[in-house]
């Protein structure tokens, strides 16, 4: 069954906060993995009573288009798979890693912004 465009985007929005709560929260990750049904619930993603629910977690997936919106297209396809199947598959990529070292000055240097612009005619109001 394919989703409208507003049925496509509530699923992408409670996706979306399903795979920022597993990223902020060791708790909800935990739910996630132990009662997929009621974490995906919190968030606003309803899944029939009798649907099979596989919650996979891991390094994101390259996709074909090698981009998220490739992966999140991916996702889309597994849910409307899983409204016809019963069987819903769900991949919540690992907490991204991000750089939090420090700069040193030569680096800060090389990336700071600005400039200093001259020109050869002086302003009008340098006269």
Same mark, same amino acid.
């Given at each position: 069954? &394919?989703?409208?465009?507003? !049925?496509?985007?509530?699923?992408?929005? +409670? $996706?979306?906060?399903?795979?920022? #709560?597993?990223?902020?929260?060791? =708790? $909800? +990750? #935990?739910?996630?993995?132990? @009662?997929?049904?009621?974490?995906?619930?919190?968030?606003?993603?309803?899944?029939? +009573? @009798?649907?099979? /629910?596989?919650?996979?977690?891991?390094?994101?997936?390259?996709?074909? =288009?090698?981009? +998220?919106? *490739?992966?999140?297209?991916? !996702?889309?396809?597994? $849910?409307?798979?899983?409204? =016809?199947?019963?069987? %819903? =598959? %769900?991949?919540?990529?690992?907490?991204? !890693?991000?750089?939090?070292?420090?700069?040193?000055?030569?680096?800060? #240097? *090389? /990336? &700071?912004?600005? *400039? /200093? $612009?001259?020109?050869?005619?002086?302003?009008?109001?340098? *006269?």
């Amino acid at each position: 069954m &394919a989703l409208n465009e507003n !049925q496509k985007n509530e699923f992408v929005d +409670a $996706y979306t906060k399903a795979l920022l #709560a597993s990223w902020s929260s060791d =708790e $909800y +990750a #935990a739910r996630l993995e132990s @009662d997929p049904r009621a974490a995906l619930a919190e968030v606003g993603l309803d899944l029939p +009573a @009798d649907a099979t /629910i596989v919650v996979t977690r891991g390094a994101a997936e390259v996709s074909s =288009e090698g981009d +998220a919106q *490739g992966r999140l297209d991916n !996702q889309v396809a597994l $849910y409307e798979a899983g409204l =016809e199947s019963g069987r %819903f =598959e %769900f991949h919540m990529p690992s907490t991204p !890693q991000i750089d939090t070292s420090e700069l040193d000055v030569d680096e800060l #240097a *090389g /990336i &700071a912004g600005g *400039g /200093i $612009y001259c020109c050869c005619c002086p302003c009008c109001c340098c *006269g």
